[in-house]
């Protein structure tokens, strides 16, 4: 089991900056692809970006040059970091991790969420 917990949300005005963050805990033989998703209210859950434990980055059109993503896989943490926000960056941020169990299955897990607040 992979417990993945976020924080570094908040409040920000447009065109400001914010870090968040996600570890990994619990028992587990690998964290994997890990990545960021978003959820506006009444909106489907998409994409923000996605790194693999290499290193290799992946983002959207939306967010391209604007946000980053990077890890530590030393610590099974995964950041955001989040520049020239926009209010349409708006919404709930949930963490995603593909972990490889210690019998060699793999198994996707969710962060709780935290939530994004753009607005002057």
């Known amino acids: 089991q992979v417990q993945l917990v976020e924080s570094g949300g908040g409040l920000v005005q447009p065109g400001g900056s914010l870090r968040l963050s996600c570890a990994a805990s619990g028992s587990f033989r690998s964290i994997n692809a890990m990545g960021w998703y978003r959820q506006a209210p009444g909106k489907q859950r998409e994409l923000v970006a996605e790194?693999?434990?290499?290193?290799?980055?992946n983002y959207p059109d939306s967010v391209k040059g604007r946000f980053t993503i990077s890890r530590d896989n030393a610590k099974n943490t995964v950041y955001l970091q989040m520049s020239s926000l926009k209010p349409e960056d708006t919404a709930v941020y949930y963490c995603n991790a593909d972990a490889t169990n210690f019998d060699y299955t793999l198994r996707n897990y969710w962060g709780q969420g935290t939530q994004v607040t753009v607005s002057s």
């Open positions: 790194i693999t434990r290499g290193g290799i980055t």
